[in-house]
């Protein structure tokens, strides 16, 4: 029995995977009809395929689409914000402090959508949309949240626009900076400069007393 | 189904969360099937399945649509699930003096070490004794034989999920069917 070529059992194979050709599966049949060791070993593999093959086919479980969707990071932005803090460690440990500082960070962001603006006596209100009319000039910086502001006339000090845009006329003067800013990153940073004002204030009065 | 596939593909690169619920929908019982069985527990292939469709998800600006996305994602779990079941090995380098001239020795007695007396494997019920089968099997083995014979994949289809020759995915069906025939030759 042990006499049988090799070949033999790889007929065998060739044959299961549906891939021998009419030469060898001549042979192979030829050599079956005439060895019962051989007979038996392809009867078990044909067994053995057809016993795997009768594993039922299960499903994924309840709630399997559920637990991906809870599984996935939660918007893009807060994937680039990871990336972006894990590039910038120093920043990183920065806006740590701050949060521990500020716990309303984040949130005051995203809960805050009211339209409000600094109040200047000489400005007018169009909906959502300061305006500072041709002729007048503002003292004090401006600004502008969850609203846009169009400058006509001039204003001495800085213009900030948090959630909206900034509409400069050609007649236009802004004596300190002007910046918008639209993105949980832009607003992070400026809490993060106004927080290290504060900060700084704050430790320098401590030292006073 | 595959124009259907890179459609919502499309949706999900523009930012579409919901479009990739529904591929979820579409191939996870085919994923959490290939997990289960190449597994052996039903929790972990859950894990794992899940973890292959977050990875999905976050590389699939990598999936090129003139692929089948079923081939990507089969690779993506069968890959999560060899990792976890080599994590999970003891440590063999006492047995490696066993070590045969083809590896299946190895590969046997570490398998071998969560083997159940066979009093017991007899008294199995039927679904129960298919899964713990191919549990025993050679993980390298295992894998090929999973995607054969319960998903019923092409040859070629399994050597580009799996990322090898074909000659190597044929390989591994005989021995995986020899040992099975090893295995179960009490029955
Ligand atoms: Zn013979």
Redesign the interface.
């Known amino acids: 029995m042990n006499m049988c070529p090799d070949y033999i059992v790889?007929y065998m194979?060739e044959y299961?995977?549906g891939e021998i050709s009419p030469e060898h599966e001549l042979e192979l049949k030829a050599h079956l009809s005439s060895c019962a060791s051989c007979q038996k070993?392809m009867h078990?593999?044909s067994?053995?395929?057809a016993?795997?093959?009768?594993?039922?086919?299960?499903?994924?479980?309840i709630g399997?689409?559920e637990?991906?969707?809870a599984?996935?990071?939660k918007e893009?932005s807060k994937v680039n914000m990871k990336r972006w803090f894990h590039s910038h460690p120093i920043v990183t440990a920065a806006a740590l402090f701050m949060i521990l500082m500020s716990a309303s960070l984040f949130s005051s962001f995203n809960d805050d959508q009211q339209f409000s603006f600094t109040k200047q006596s000489n400005i007018v209100v169009e909906g959502e949309k300061v305006i500072v009319p041709l002729g007048e000039t503002v003292f004090g910086d401006m600004v502008v949240k969850n609203g846009d502001i169009q400058i006509d006339g001039e204003v001495v000090g800085d213009v900030t626009v948090i959630n909206g845009t900034q509409y400069m006329a050609s007649t236009a003067n802004v004596t300190g900076e002007i910046e918008e800013i639209n993105q949980v990153f832009d607003w992070l940073w400026y809490k993060m400069k106004a927080g290290a004002k504060d900060v700084t204030s704050f430790l320098n009065g401590k030292e006073g007393k | 189904m595959d124009a259907l596939v890179n459609k919502r593909i499309k949706e999900v690169l523009k930012g579409d969360q919901n479009a990739f619920a529904e591929i979820v929908e579409l191939f996870q019982d085919k994923l959490y099937r290939v997990c289960y069985r190449m597994l052996g527990n039903k929790h972990e292939a859950e894990d794992i399945a899940q973890e292959a469709f977050v990875r999905a998800f976050v590389n699939i600006h990598t999936f090129d649509t003139n692929r089948k996305f079923s081939t990507w994602l089969y690779r993506i779990g069968t890959n999560l699930c060899i990792d976890r079941i080599r994590k999970k090995k003891p440590d063999f380098s006492l047995d490696a003096d066993v070590t045969g001239t083809d590896g299946l020795t190895m590969y046997s007695q570490v398998a071998s070490t969560d083997d159940l007396p066979e009093e017991e494997v007899l008294k199995m019920e039927m679904q129960d004794r298919v899964q713990y089968e191919i549990s025993r099997l050679p993980d390298k083995y295992r894998a090929v034989i999973v995607l054969k014979y319960l998903e019923d994949l092409p040859l070629q289809e399994i050597s580009d999920i799996l990322d090898m020759p074909l000659g190597t995915v044929k390989t591994r069906v005989h021995r995986g069917r020899e040992a099975l025939r090893k295995q179960l030759s009490n029955m």
């Open positions: 790889h194979h299961l995977d070993h078990e593999l067994r053995v395929v016993f795997v093959q009768s594993a039922s086919h299960i499903t994924a479980p399997f689409a637990g991906v969707t599984r996935l990071p893009k």
